[in-house]
């Protein structure tokens, strides 16, 4: 009975890990020309800049996304060199710099979540709506138990 369950954790953990190498290409450099910190800032600042709001410093890009300010800095500068992203000075600190999506940077981001919805839609396509439906619920499952195992993880390190 072990020996079967190893087996099968062994295709299960294969299976794995190949989904999150499939994965990593939708954020391939050659698909977008960005790099994949870049494409990571700009949606950053795509999920948590509305409309409304003044943008992001550097700051906070880098304290969410756990890197370095002036790792940030760097993709923000090639990002407003290519006209994706825009700094503004903060009306109430002129100190303060603040970071916004550009209106090419908004478009840009919608291009990738165009296609990154086709290719699941594809998806649907070839597992079909009931698998499609299973996947998800097996996928959130499994999600859940390996941020849980994550966390018990890293608290055997904390005693």
């Known amino acids: 009975m072990v020996d079967k369950q190893k087996k099968i954790a062994t295709q299960l953990m294969e299976s ?38 003044q943008g992001l410093m550097v700051s906070e890009i880098s304290g969410k996304l756990n890197v370095t300010s002036p790792t940030v800095t760097q993709h923000i500068n090639s990002l407003e060199a290519q006209e994706l992203v825009e700094r503004h000075a903060d009306p109430a600190d002129r100190r303060v710099v603040r970071i916004r999506l550009s209106d090419k ?17 594809g998806l649907v396509q070839h597992l079909g709506e009931e698998e499609s439906l299973l996947f998800t619920e097996m996928m959130r499952k499994t999600s859940e138990y390996m941020l849980k195992q994550q966390e018990l993880y890293l608290r055997s390190f904390e005693k």
Not at 22 to 50: A, D, H, T, W
Not at 105 to 121: D, S
């Open 105 to 121: 940077g908004v478009q840009y981001i919608q291009g990738i979540n165009e296609a990154r919805l086709n290719m699941f839609v």
């Open 16 to 53: 794995y890990f190949q989904s999150q190498v499939s994965g990593n290409m939708m954020q391939n450099r050659s698909l977008y020309n960005q790099k994949p910190g870049e494409i990571m800032v700009l949606y950053f600042i795509s999920m948590n800049v509305r409309d409304d709001s």
